[in-house]
């Protein structure tokens, strides 16, 4: 990025140069998200939605594994290139891909083995069952596939080729979006039919990153040979992939804790929240991609100990964040029956789910302001306080709130959850803040 970005640009405008782009390839992984959902839906069998919500966990668990090796190694080649060690660069590349395979297909056996217990941990009842195993076994088959779809799309982005790693992720999700309809309706496959395509779908965008790595790339590799790496940056990849993992891990846990308290209350609640929290995901992807967008500048800033544009910059994205978080609620909050009513037109399920979605959305003024913290604590290099803040909202804090909530209230307790949680952890947020970056910033 060009000095002029940094210096001589309004920090507002300077900030969309960052954001927009990555708002964009946000809003691609959402259509990834949508597409199984919608379609599986538009059968308006309950059971076999319910069926496929119960294995989203098993799905942010390849994700969260695969960001190890994608983020992590993504992090130590962008020093890598910067330090101007070409070599280096290559053979973490070469060597988070060929691990990522490795515990892929590890990983891939242990699901198949034990896939009865698994499915029934995901809490399958009598009804949902058949349905949710369709869907995981094909995800336990895909389970390498899936998690190689998070390396290179993060790798050619070190290297400066985002148009690149856009072009990857757009093309699977076109074609899961395609394949969807067909395998699911048109061939009859069900819930199967919806992992099928997108199994398929994250290898078309794996195949077309290869083959840009190949042909285009000078500091990647996928060459077998340039595998081995020092274990200093072993070291390096894990200290930043593993806590970004932990992070998706207990949101799966959450997820699946829910699922279990909501069992009682019928399939159906369960198929709500499963459109639901696609729903929210929405506003949330589009916070993150505001949030993380003003991260090299915050870096910029904090490193030049220029705290004049990093106040404007911080009063800005505040404002600006908060701004849209208000705008999505509302729309949300006043269309939210037509939404549901967009992936399952049952009565039962507009209704129910019209309330969850409400009570998901209604704090997002507070997500977007932990986010931002959250991103000023990773830019300024207060990783104690990110990650304190990355486990709370939907870790931690959630988990404590579901509980006690469920044990007192029941139905209402687990569906309030989320919304009581991000009120603690905006509170958690601030007063980091105070301790860590406020003095130093606005002395």
């Not at 910067?82 to 070599?87: A, D, E, L």
């Not at 389970?143 to 290179?152: N, V």
Request: proline letters at 2%.
């Amino acid at each position: 990025m060009e000095n002029t970005v940094f210096n001589e640009q309004k920090v507002s405008k300077a900030y969309f140069i960052l954001a927009v782009p990555l708002v964009l390839s946000m809003i691609v992984t959402l259509i990834y998200n949508l597409a199984d959902t919608f379609f599986v839906a538009q059968t308006a069998n309950t059971n076999l939605v319910a069926g496929v919500s119960l294995g989203m966990p098993v799905f942010t668990m390849l994700m969260a594994i695969g960001n190890i090796f994608g983020q992590g190694g993504a992090s130590l080649i962008s020093r890598l290139i910067g330090s101007k060690n070409y070599k280096g660069a290559r053979s973490v590349s070469s060597f988070c891909f060929y691990m990522t395979i490795l515990i892929g297909s590890i990983f891939a056996l242990i699901m198949i083995l034990f896939r009865n217990p698994i499915v029934m941990l995901l809490g399958a009842t009598p009804d949902t069952y058949d349905y949710a195993m369709s869907y995981y076994i094909y995800l336990s088959i895909g389970a390498p596939i899936i998690m190689l779809s998070f390396i290179h799309t993060n790798f050619l982005r070190s290297e400066g080729m985002s148009k690149e790693s856009m072009i990857g992720t757009v093309s699977g999700a076109v074609v899961n979006t395609i394949l969807d309809p067909i395998f699911i309706s048109g061939i009859g496959l069900g819930a199967a039919g919806a992992a099928i395509a997108s199994i398929i779908g994250y290898f078309v965008s794996v195949i077309y990153c290869v083959i840009v790595v190949k042909m285009k790339s000078q500091l990647l590799s996928v060459d077998v040979h340039e595998f081995l790496i020092p274990n200093s940056h072993v070291k390096q990849i894990f200290s930043i992939g593993i806590p970004a993992a932990i992070v998706n891990v207990m949101q799966s846990v959450s997820v699946i804790l829910m699922n279990h308290f909501l069992i009682e209350f019928g399939n159906e609640k369960i198929a709500a929240m499963g459109i639901v929290l696609k729903i929210s995901m929405i506003a949330l992807l589009l916070l993150t991609g505001l949030s993380f967008g003003g991260q090299p500048l915050f870096g910029y800033y904090y490193g030049a100990r220029d705290n004049d544009r990093m106040r404007k910059l911080i009063s800005f994205c505040a404002k600006f964040i908060s701004g849209v978080a208000l705008l999505v609620t509302a729309i949300i909050w006043f269309f939210s029956k037509w939404l549901i009513q967009i992936f399952m037109n049952t009565s039962s399920i507009v209704e129910e789910g019209s309330i969850m979605l409400r009570f998901q959305v209604i704090t997002m003024v507070f997500v977007g302001m932990i986010l931002l913290i959250t991103i000023l604590f990773q830019s300024t290099g207060k990783s104690k306080a990110s990650f304190i803040l990355s486990v709370s909202r939907q870790g931690l804090a959630f988990l404590v709130t579901l509980v006690i909530g469920y044990h007192f209230l029941g139905y209402m307790g687990i569906i309030c959850a989320q919304a009581v949680a991000d009120l603690l952890t905006m509170c958690l947020a601030l007063y980091l803040f105070k301790i860590n970056l406020y003095e130093e910033i606005y002395k």
